[in-house]
């Protein structure tokens, strides 16, 4: 096992009324800026529970923040954030709306141009980042109980990540009433979003790490359980809950401690959105199974070890357990009604292998994937066997 260090100081309040008790987690004196997206929140009743639990706080709104969080929106709510003299910040929504909060954190705090936190490596150390919470409405990206975030700017179609140890949330609320009035789509995300999270710190070589090895398979097998009931039409408490929590270990450090990770299917997906504009979740469904087959020899003893652990697939070579490992990979994703396939989201794909290359080489990102690698023209290779 690799040494670690694992430090996760994010208060959680999980279940059903949770939202009630924010007031207690936010200092009475805080000037708060509530920050939130498109404005789900107002037909749901979420809005008017975080408005009842801070009756006593002065709190200030920024609502419309889209999603893959905008950064000229974002100046915006930076500018009203610095004019209006807030000290806390309160993300109610996804993880856009999270992550928009937290690069609203560290840029509070920064003198440079906001951009530079996103382009330069500039890390948001403990206490230097604007304190916040979130209220979750969407389980999908773990960012409610992690320090990381990506910001999208339309201006140059790109799509940036950054974070830092002061960027964890103080406490979030997961209520998992809140997936009742998700649409499906948006929860077959979360699912795939939160399964793939896990694939990145998992699907690498065998290794020594039992304990972290058992609990990716164990929130695999949890989403896959959960999947169904959540799709289904009738809200089921018990199943939203184990979503909910699962999506937030997938994502909050614990998996990743004393393992190497690759996390190439999201450096290509974020691509795909950056100029397609397609759903974060979805591209990472185009990209991992093609990743997972052009680097099928790196990769296959774990394939196996997925398939018998996590499939029940105990026959075959380990060859052949990999590669059934891929199909059940792409049939669980088909089976919450998404693509895996770049051509099935745009016709215009042409060309689209040769632009990330060579962005990825303009970016000097030349080693993706667990062992540093994946040259840009590997990264070539994946994308075209997408299409
Ligand atoms: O904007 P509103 O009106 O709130 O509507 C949102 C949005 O349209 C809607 N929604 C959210 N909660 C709802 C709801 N609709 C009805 N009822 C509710 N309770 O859902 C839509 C999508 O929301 P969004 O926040 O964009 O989704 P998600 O949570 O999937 O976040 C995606 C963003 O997170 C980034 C992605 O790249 C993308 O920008 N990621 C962040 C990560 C992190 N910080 O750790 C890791 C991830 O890999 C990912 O990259
Ligand atoms: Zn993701």
């Not at 749901?44 to 009756?55: E, F, P, R, S, T």
């Not at 399964?195 to 998992?202: A, D, G, K, N």
């Not at 990743?256 to 990770?261: A, D, E, P």
């Not at 020899?297 to 697939?313: D, H, S």
Request: charged share 25%.
């Amino acid at each position: 096992m690799l040494n670690f260090e694992f430090k996760n100081p994010t208060k959680i309040l999980f279940g059903k009324g949770e939202i009630a008790k924010i007031s207690k987690e936010i200092p009475q004196d805080a000037r708060i800026l509530m920050i939130y997206g498109g404005g789900s929140i107002k037909n749901n009743g979420i809005y008017d529970q975080v408005k009842d639990a801070l009756k006593n706080h002065d709190m200030h709104e920024f609502g419309g923040v889209p999603a893959n969080p905008e950064y000229e929106v974002l100046v915006k709510a930076l500018q009203y954030i610095k004019e209006n003299n807030i000290n806390y910040l309160l993300a109610v929504g996804g993880g856009s709306v999270i992550d928009g909060v937290k690069f609203l954190s560290a840029a509070a705090n920064y003198d440079g141009e906001p951009w530079e936190i996103l382009t330069k490596p500039v890390r948001t150390m403990e206490g230097k980042g604007m304190p916040f919470g979130t209220v979750l409405t969407l389980p999908a990206t773990g960012s409610e109980m992690n320090s990381g975030y990506v910001i999208s700017r339309r201006e140059t179609n790109e799509k940036l990540s950054s974070g830092g140890p002061g960027l964890f949330p103080q406490f979030s609320v997961l209520d998992p009433e809140v997936v009742r009035s998700i649409p499906k789509n948006q929860i077959a995300n979360g699912i795939a979003d939160a399964y793939t999270h896990v694939l990145e710190q998992y699907m690498t070589a065998p290794s020594s790490a039992d304990l972290q090895e058992r609990i990716a398979e164990s929130i695999l097998i949890s989403l896959q359980n959960a999947a169904p009931k959540v799709m289904a039409d009738d809200f089921d408490y018990d199943a939203a809950a184990n979503f909910m929590w699962c999506c937030t270990m997938a994502l909050n450090g614990l998996i990743q401690k004393g393992v190497i990770t690759d996390w190439a299917v999201h450096a290509i997906g974020h691509e795909l959105t950056a100029h397609y504009g397609i759903d974060h979740a979805r591209t990472l469904a185009v990209i991992a199974p093609s990743h997972y087959r052009y680097n099928f020899e790196t990769k296959k003893g774990k394939l196996a070890q997925y398939a018998e652990r996590v499939w029940g697939i105990s026959e075959g070579s380990t060859e052949e357990k990999a590669e059934k490992a891929i199909t059940r990979l792409e049939e669980f994703f088909h089976s919450l009604e998404i693509n895996t396939k770049l051509s099935e989201y745009t016709e215009d794909f042409a060309g689209t292998a040769e632009k990330i290359e060579r962005t990825f080489t303009d970016r000097n990102w030349l080693g993706l994937g667990e062992n540093k690698n994946l040259t840009p023209k590997d990264v070539y290779k994946i994308v075209e066997m997408s299409y």
